[in-house]
């Protein structure tokens, strides 16, 4: 049985004050994977890999001992400084664009790299990210306000700034009715 590991957000533009800083204080983009199984899986020992590149599906390869556990978020920063990974931090050695893309969850599976999951995204600001509602399914993503590294994702839309600028109570002259 192949394991329920998914790509579930992406933010591609990370802002700072808008997102979630890295083990070295710095704003950068991120995927985030989640578990949807039942059992933790070492994506090290499964020989699992994530890209930018649907042609290039080994670009880097996650460390021997990197677990996810069932139910559970991991983020992987893709920012293209591997020497930063320390402590259990993930740094791919590729940086995502905030003009759009690809990631690829790809794995080694008798002998051969398969795609496990994959998703394009396109233009991301700094606030903004794209991914997976519910968490784990690869069917239907989109554009989330409110990103949520590590945990549940959210689809609430931001709260519209609409306010009535002018009124006018007894209309008799200025503006006619066309009905």
Known sequence: AIPQVWINEVMASNRVGSGIVDN???AEPWVELYNGGTNAVDLGTGTYYLSDSE???TRWAFA???VLSAGCWRVVWCDGETGEGTNGYLHANFTLHATGGVVVLAREQA???RVVDWGAYGALDGAHSYGSYPDGQPNDRRLFAYPTPGAINNPASPPVNLRINEW???NTQTALNPL
């Open 111 to 113: 002998g051969q790299v």
């Open 24 to 26: 070295m204080g710095e």
């Open 168 to 170: 006018m109570e007894n």
């Open 64 to 66: 021997s001992g990197t």
């Open 55 to 57: 042609t290039n599906l």
